[in-house]
C-alpha cells in the first residue's frame, strides 16, 4: 500500500477502550496513522475504500516481553552474536504475521536491531530494546556453570552483563544507554533457567537497585525487572522499578503497593506451559523442570491478585527457546481469569501504557499508528483467533501498509 489515504469499511472494528464491536464507521488512513473514524456514507466520494466484508478489525498486538535474539538453550555459549543477529531476523518477521505489531525485547536486541527493522533491513514489529541484561555475580543472568570460574570476562552470552556494586552497576546502565537501548533490564531474583540460584532469593543489594533506578530515569529510560519472589517484587518496586516482569509469587500487599506506585505487571505465563513441555528436550536439568512447574503452579494466582488491585496488567511471553509459535497462545491463559475483553486490554491498551505509547497504539482511534489486524471471527468472544491452532488471523498492517494478506481485499488500496 501506499501513504495515500483510504478507508476501510463494512468492518467490524474492535473498540479495546469500551469493549465494543462498532458497525458502520469507516477507518480512514492517512500518513501510517487513523485519520478519522467516520460514517461510511459521509466519505469522499473520491476516496479509495476497502471493503472488509464483515471481517473484525483488530489494533495490533503488543508484547512486551519477547526474546528476538534468543532462540536456543545452548545460544550463549556456542552461536556466534551474527547468527543470533540472523535468527533474529526470521523471528522478528515471524511475530509480526503473527498479529504482533509492536514488541518489546527484553533482554539481548540492541540499537541494531531496532535500526534494522526501521530501516528496513529487517521485516519486523516496533522494537523497544533493552540491550544487555544486568545481573549480579550467581544471579539469573549468570548462566556460568558452578565448575566456571572464569573471571576473564563480564559479559555473559551475548545477553547479560555482570555487574556488583553501585559503581559497577552504574557504568553497565550508561553503557547500554550509550548505545542506544529504550530500558534498562535488571534481574532482581532468581530463574527458572539459571544454575546458581533459588527462585525465592532476591537480588541486588538495595543500595544496587536505588543506584540503577537512578541512572535510569536520569538518562530518560525505566527499569523492567525480572523477579519472581514477593519479597523481590517489593524490593524492587521501593527502589522505583517501573515495570515487573513474570512476578508469579505476587501477594496482595505487594500488589498494593505497585498500585500506589503506578508500577506494572508483565505476566509471561505461555512460556511455563511451553517449556514444561519442551524444555527436557532442550538441555533442561531435572532442577530447572521443578523451578518450571514452581511457577506455573502460581502464575493464574498472580493475575488474579493483580487485578484486584488494580494494577495495570500488560501481556508478555518470554519465549526464548520453546517455540515461538507459542506467542498467541498466552491470551487464552488471561482469558480464563478476566475473559477476552479484558485481556485483549492486556496485549493491547494496558501494554501501550507499559511502553509509554498510550493513545498511539493499542487502539482504533484518530491520531494512533495504523497497525491493523483483519480477523474471522470476533476476538470478543475467545482470543484463540490469535494463538497457534484455531488462528482467524488473516491480514496484517503496519502503519497502513499490508504486510501480509491471506484475502486478496487489500490490494485494492
Same mark, same amino acid.
Given at each position: 500500500?501506499?501513504?495515500?489515504?483510504?478507508?476501510?469499511? /463494512?468492518?467490524?472494528?474492535?473498540?479495546?477502550?469500551?469493549? $465494543?464491536?462498532?458497525?458502520?464507521?469507516?477507518?480512514?488512513?492517512?500518513?501510517? !496513522?487513523?485519520?478519522?473514524?467516520?460514517?461510511?456514507?459521509?466519505?469522499?466520494?473520491?476516496?479509495?475504500?476497502?471493503?472488509?466484508?464483515?471481517?473484525?478489525?483488530?489494533?495490533?498486538?503488543?508484547?512486551?516481553? &519477547?526474546?528476538?535474539?534468543?532462540?536456543?538453550?545452548?545460544?550463549?555459549?556456542?552461536?556466534?552474536?551474527?547468527?543470533?543477529?540472523?535468527? +533474529?531476523?526470521?523471528?522478528?518477521?515471524?511475530?509480526?504475521?503473527?498479529?504482533?505489531?509492536?514488541?518489546?525485547?527484553?533482554?539481548?536486541?540492541?540499537?541494531?536491531?531496532? &535500526?534494522?527493522?526501521?530501516?528496513?533491513?529487517?521485516?519486523?514489529?516496533?522494537?523497544?530494546?533493552?540491550?544487555?541484561?544486568?545481573?549480579?555475580?550467581?544471579?539469573?543472568?549468570?548462566? !556460568?556453570?558452578?565448575?566456571?570460574?572464569?573471571?576473564?570476562?563480564?559479559?555473559?552470552?551475548?545477553?547479560?552483563?555482570?555487574?556488583?556494586?553501585?559503581?559497577?552497576? !552504574?557504568?553497565?546502565?550508561?553503557?547500554?544507554?550509550?548505545?542506544?537501548?529504550?530500558?534498562?533490564?535488571?534481574?532482581?531474583?532468581?530463574?527458572?533457567?539459571?544454575?546458581?540460584?533459588?527462585?525465592?532469593?532476591?537480588?541486588?543489594?538495595? $543500595?544496587?537497585?536505588?543506584?540503577?533506578?537512578?541512572?535510569?530515569?536520569?538518562?530518560?529510560?525505566?527499569?523492567?525487572?525480572?523477579?519472581?519472589?514477593?519479597?523481590?517484587?517489593?524490593?524492587?518496586?521501593?527502589?522505583?522499578?517501573?515495570?515487573?516482569?513474570?512476578?508469579?509469587?505476587?501477594?496482595?500487599?505487594?500488589?498494593?503497593?505497585? +498500585?500506589?506506585?503506578?508500577?506494572?505487571?508483565?505476566?509471561?505465563?505461555?512460556?511455563?506451559?511451553?517449556?514444561?513441555?519442551?524444555?527436557?528436550?532442550?538441555?533442561?536439568?531435572?532442577?530447572?523442570?521443578?523451578?518450571?512447574?514452581?511457577?506455573?503452579?502460581?502464575?493464574?494466582?498472580?493475575?488474579?491478585?493483580? /487485578?484486584?488491585?488494580?494494577?495495570?496488567?500488560?501481556?508478555?511471553?518470554?519465549?526464548?527457546?520453546?517455540?515461538?509459535?507459542?506467542?498467541?497462545?498466552?491470551?487464552?491463559?488471561?482469558?480464563?481469569?478476566?475473559?477476552? +475483553?479484558?485481556?485483549?486490554?492486556?496485549?493491547?491498551?494496558?501494554?501501550?501504557?507499559?511502553?509509554?505509547?498510550?493513545?498511539?497504539?493499542? /487502539?482504533?482511534?484518530?491520531?494512533?499508528?495504523?497497525?491493523?489486524?483483519?480477523? $474471522?471471527?470476533?476476538?470478543?468472544?475467545?482470543?484463540?483467533?490469535?494463538?497457534?491452532?484455531?488462528?482467524?488471523?488473516?491480514?496484517?498492517?503496519?502503519?497502513?501498509?499490508?504486510?501480509?494478506?491471506?484475502?486478496?481485499?487489500?490490494?485494492?488500496?
Amino acid at each position: 500500500m501506499t501513504h495515500a489515504d483510504y478507508a476501510l469499511t /463494512q468492518a467490524h472494528i474492535v473498540d479495546t477502550l469500551a469493549g $465494543e464491536i462498532v458497525t458502520g464507521q469507516a477507518v480512514v488512513i492517512r500518513d501510517g !496513522r487513523v485519520a478519522a473514524l467516520m460514517p461510511e456514507a459521509d466519505l469522499p466520494a473520491e476516496m479509495t475504500q476497502v471493503s472488509l466484508e464483515g471481517r473484525y478489525l483488530s489494533p495490533g498486538l503488543i508484547d512486551c516481553h &519477547a526474546h528476538c535474539f534468543i532462540g536456543g538453550f545452548d545460544d550463549g555459549t556456542s552461536v556466534l552474536p551474527s547468527e543470533l543477529t540472523a535468527r +533474529a531476523g526470521m523471528h522478528l518477521k515471524g511475530m509480526l504475521m503473527r498479529g504482533f505489531t509492536t514488541v518489546r525485547d527484553a533482554g539481548g536486541a540492541d540499537q541494531g536491531h531496532r &535500526a534494522a527493522v526501521e530501516k528496513g533491513v529487517f521485516t519486523g514489529p516496533r522494537l523497544f530494546v533493552s540491550g544487555r541484561i544486568l545481573s549480579q555475580t550467581g544471579g539469573h543472568g549468570d548462566h !556460568r556453570g558452578r565448575a566456571d570460574t572464569c573471571h576473564c570476562s563480564a559479559e555473559i552470552g551475548g545477553t547479560s552483563v555482570i555487574a556488583d556494586g553501585v559503581d559497577a552497576v !552504574r557504568k553497565a546502565v550508561r553503557e547500554n544507554a550509550r548505545q542506544g537501548v529504550d530500558q534498562i533490564k535488571i534481574m532482581a531474583g532468581g530463574g527458572v533457567s539459571s544454575p546458581g540460584d533459588k527462585l525465592i532469593h532476591p537480588q541486588y543489594s538495595m $543500595e544496587e537497585l536505588y543506584a540503577i533506578v537512578d541512572e535510569t530515569e536520569r538518562c530518560g529510560r525505566y527499569v523492567l525487572s525480572h523477579v519472581y519472589s514477593d519479597l523481590g517484587i517489593q524490593r524492587a518496586v521501593t527502589a522505583g522499578v517501573r515495570t515487573i516482569e513474570h512476578g508469579n509469587f505476587l501477594t496482595a500487599e505487594t500488589a498494593a503497593l505497585m +498500585a500506589e506506585k503506578g508500577a506494572h505487571l508483565v505476566p509471561t505465563l505461555i512460556t511455563y506451559e511451553a517449556d514444561g513441555k519442551y524444555g527436557m528436550d532442550f538441555g533442561w536439568s531435572p532442577e530447572n523442570a521443578e523451578k518450571n512447574a514452581e511457577v506455573l503452579a502460581s502464575g493464574l494466582d498472580s493475575l488474579r491478585v493483580a /487485578q484486584a488491585a488494580g494494577v495495570n496488567i500488560g501481556y508478555g511471553t518470554d519465549l526464548c527457546w520453546s517455540p515461538k509459535r507459542y506467542q498467541g497462545d498466552g491470551l487464552m491463559i488471561h482469558q480464563e481469569v478476566c475473559g477476552p +475483553a479484558e485481556a485483549l486490554r492486556h496485549v493491547t491498551i494496558n501494554n501501550a501504557k507499559v511502553v509509554r505509547m498510550e493513545g498511539q497504539i493499542g /487502539q482504533i482511534t484518530a491520531g494512533a499508528h495504523a497497525d491493523l489486524l483483519v480477523v $474471522e471471527a470476533n476476538p470478543f468472544d475467545d482470543l484463540a483467533c490469535f494463538g497457534q491452532h484455531d488462528n482467524k488471523l488473516v491480514s496484517v498492517l503496519q502503519a497502513g501498509r499490508t504486510v501480509r494478506d491471506d484475502t486478496g481485499l487489500l490490494a485494492q488500496a
